[in-house]
């Protein structure tokens, strides 16, 4: 159980996940020389904020409490690293947000292939010759129209159903509240 490994804070009901850095910089990717607002988070933080997230259930928000050992407290670096840490889950939830985008348009384009490879089929049937080519050729399209027919359902449901769950799991570490403790 999640309650086990995490805090919970008793005011806000929210999950506690806890890092020790021993400065602002360490929040930061070190190879990233952009401004503080569009650096990119360090990758190894990330994976933990991830992994902690997965652990806990997806109804539960966070709460993200960033102990800073070395540096004094600095209410600049703070309202940065807020503001680049907003900045870097919401580039990931637009990015997911296009592709579930394009597995959905992508679905509706497969099922008016496969129903009107069905269609044609259900057309062509009636009135054709009993000979070998045309029960191929009709066959292939009654087959193609059922596979092309389940790829959109795969996508719809299947493909996006994960794209969707990572989505709002990024939403929910966007969303959650950063604290700064000093030692």
Request: hydrophobic share 40%.
């Amino acid at each position: 159980m999640y309650e086990s490994a995490y805090k919970v804070n008793k005011e806000t009901g929210r999950c506690v996940i806890e890092l020790a850095l021993d400065g602002y910089h360490d929040f930061f990717h070190e190879w990233d020389n952009a401004s503080y607002k569009r650096r990119d988070l360090h990758p190894e933080l990330t994976g933990f904020l991830d992994m902690c997230s997965e652990d806990i259930p997806l109804k539960k928000e966070l709460e993200i409490r960033i102990e800073i050992g070395k540096e004094p407290k600095d209410d600049r670096m703070e309202a940065q690293i807020r503001q680049s840490f907003e900045n870097y889950y919401s580039f990931f939830i637009k990015q997911k947000k296009k592709k579930i985008k394009r597995n959905f348009r992508s679905s509706a384009m497969l099922s008016i292939v496969g129903i009107t490879f069905i269609f044609l089929y259900s057309l062509l049937s009636i009135n054709m010759p009993n000979e070998i080519w045309v029960d191929v050729l009709l066959k292939g399209l009654y087959i193609g129209g059922y596979v092309f027919f389940w790829e959109a359902l795969y996508n719809g449901y299947f493909g996006s159903k994960e794209l969707i769950y990572r989505n709002k799991e990024l939403a929910r570490l966007r969303r959650a509240d950063l604290q700064f403790i000093y030692a």
